[in-house]
């Protein structure tokens, strides 16, 4: 982790305008491998604030590029992108989960690949759908905030679940079948 205006006034690139806790903030933060961290706190001129911000900011917009956390403009748009992972979680759990027809058989090994679809499929989906609604939050309207906050509480639970066995918790919320559909 390196500081973009230094921690101390006699550091790299240091501003004498900025409080402790701003020196200290994440905004005048940015990691950086052992390397670069010692080049450019060699080479203040050669790497002014004004380049690293850049770094950082190119560097967080990859990341969302990367995950596909974006902010649309439209309901339709949002939902276009949360349809398909709440239908293969949906798909999934009608296959696998504990209301299939395989729980009836003893010996399936459908439990077993429930448990691992959950962690490989579902909460990944889950957590994109959430960082999806989370990013769009401005779009959404009257009781689709409550439903996201249960969707999420959902989430954890199933986290909670399938991670340490705890038991209970909340379902899926069947509002989710319509969030972002229509006008708000």
């Not at 305008?17 to 080479?43: F, P, Q, V, W």
């Not at 276009?80 to 209301?99: D, K, S, W």
Request: with cysteine.
């Amino acid at each position: 982790m390196a500081h973009i205006f230094a921690a101390s006034e006699r550091g790299p690139r240091s501003n004498a305008d900025l409080t402790d806790a701003e020196r200290g903030s994440y905004d005048n933060l940015i990691l950086l491998c052992a390397n670069c961290h010692t080049a450019i706190d060699k080479a203040p001129d050669d790497y002014p604030d004004t380049l690293i911000r850049q770094w950082k900011l190119e560097r967080a917009e990859r990341l969302a590029d990367l995950f596909s956390v974006k902010a649309y403009g439209s309901r339709a748009e949002v939902r276009a992108v949360i349809e398909p992972l709440l239908t293969a979680n949906r798909v999934t759990f009608e296959t696998y989960g504990p209301g299939s027809d395989a729980r009836f058989d003893l010996e399936s090994e459908v439990p077993a690949a429930w448990h691992r679809k959950v962690l490989g499929s579902i909460i990944p989906n889950n957590k994109r759908v959430l960082a999806t609604l989370d990013k769009n939050r401005g779009l959404a309207a009257g009781r689709e905030f409550t439903t996201i906050e249960a969707f999420r509480q959902h989430t954890d639970d199933l986290i909670a679940r399938h991670l340490t066995g705890a038991d209970g918790g909340q379902r899926f919320p069947e509002a989710m079948d319509r969030m972002m559909v229509g006008d708000a």
